[in-house]
């Protein structure tokens, strides 16, 4: 199975940018579909954002599109995240997922989870 790890996040102001990175490790990212999701304090977890197998195919939720971008570099095994023009709600534990058979918007199809990378931003 893969292992799944999230680093990037930190403390940024309103209208600022940072990029995550989901390294994987045990197996080769490109089996996988991956995900990002988010959860803010007292929320659900939310879906962010996916990114099928060959990078051909990618979804956003409503709320970041425009603003955030995923990628992924198969060949050194990594996601990222490029997270644009940042506002006070986008504050959250962001996390990396994937899974081998579908591209989704729903947690629940996602089989695997990284530990988080927290996101601040401040107004």
């Known amino acids: 199975q893969v292992q799944l790890e999230e680093s990037g996040g930190g403390l940024v102001q309103a209208g600022g940018s940072l990029r995550l990175s989901c390294a994987a490790s045990g197996r080769t990212l490109s089996s996988y579909h991956v995900g990002w999701f988010r959860q803010a304090p007292g929320k659900e977890r939310e879906f962010v954002t996916a990114?099928?197998?060959?990078?051909?195919?990618?979804t956003y939720a409503d709320s970041v599109k425009g603003r955030f971008t995923i990628s992924r570099d198969n060949a050194k095994n990594m996601v990222y995240l490029q997270l644009n023009n940042l506002k006070p709600e986008d504050t959250a534990v962001y996390y990396c997922t994937a899974d081998p058979r579908n591209i989704a918007t729903i947690k629940g199809s996602y089989a695997y989870w990284g530990q988080g990378t927290q996101v601040t931003v401040s107004s």
């Open positions: 990114i099928s197998r060959s990078g051909g195919t990618t």
